[in-house]
């Protein structure tokens, strides 16, 4: 196949579609230890076999249209992520169906972290008391925080005065989502006249924004109307660093069925499905495929847009 300039000149020359697909393939091989393409895992299964597809074909389009975010995203060292674990969510398996490097860990490493990284708080945030502060400073000095579901009254404590938790708790439940700002760069690459469905998970807690400052990047109709708070996800300032915060999970575990497959996805996206890489996944649901997708392209968003910040 020769070497990577060579093939990076053949996809920009527009090779026909038919190869494209697995050409990005080859370049992933030549960039990554197959051990972390979990998109060619055929036992895969359940939610992480649709993450994997998604991503694949997020990846493929990225590459295609938006070479240097993909460039940005390669280059991404497992220092540059630190994900806090967490018992509920399970955001690394979104990096991981991409094969994004990351580090996870417990707290402790919250007192030397660098205003250049990325820090994901996964439900439930197991963050003792006393870190808070090391989290604030954190932020305060540059630093990106992801936050999930009941992570929430870790950022009211750390961050008062932008989002409250509303003590309403939702059923397992599946809510279409709106994109208030489709310009927006955190919402970039989603399709919001499909009207994605985000799952909830069984005692999500809905939130209120009590700050103008406060960005909506994704909210719900639906979500209001159930549980009175609308918004999905958003993104305020603090310091030179920003927080991000999402109801329920990333990692998204359960779906909207649906008669189309993913193979609509693809065609969206403008992704050839004739390919061997795409022949097997007739069986995943356009519905499901979308969600993974639509999670798994704001966290990408979000990471593409610290490391442009940090001059990447």
Known sequence: ??????????????????????????????????????????????????????????????????????????????????????????????????????????????????????????????????????LEDFVESGGYLISTDWAIEIVEEAFPGFIKYNDTLTEKDMVKIEIPDPQNEYVKGLFPKEKPVWWLESKSYPFETINPKVKILVKSEELYNRYKASPV??????????VFHFISHFYLQKFKASRLSIHTLANKLKITTENEILKETKDIPFEKALSAYSSARILYNIILDKLKKNGK
């Open 233 to 242: 996800g958003v993104v305020f300032d603090y310091g030179k660093g920003k």
């Open 1 to 134: 196949m020769g070497n990577w300039l060579e093939l990076k000149k053949e996809i920009l020359k527009g090779l026909g579609k038919g190869k494209t697909c697995d050409l990005v393939e080859e370049v992933r091989k030549t960039r990554f230890n197959p051990s972390q393409k979990p998109s060619l895992k055929k036992g895969n299964q359940g939610s992480k076999r649709v993450y994997d597809y998604a991503t694949y074909l997020m990846l493929v389009n990225m590459y295609n249209s938006e070479y240097e975010n993909y460039r940005l995203l390669k280059s991404l060292k497992k220092d540059d992520i630190i994900i806090i674990r967490g018992k509920y969510d399970r955001a690394e398996e979104v990096l991981d169906s991409g094969g994004l490097p990351f580090t996870r860990t417990g707290d402790k490493i919250l007192s030397s972290l660098s205003p250049k990284q990325i820090l994901i708080l996964n439900c439930p945030g197991e963050i003792s008391r006393g870190r808070k502060k090391d």
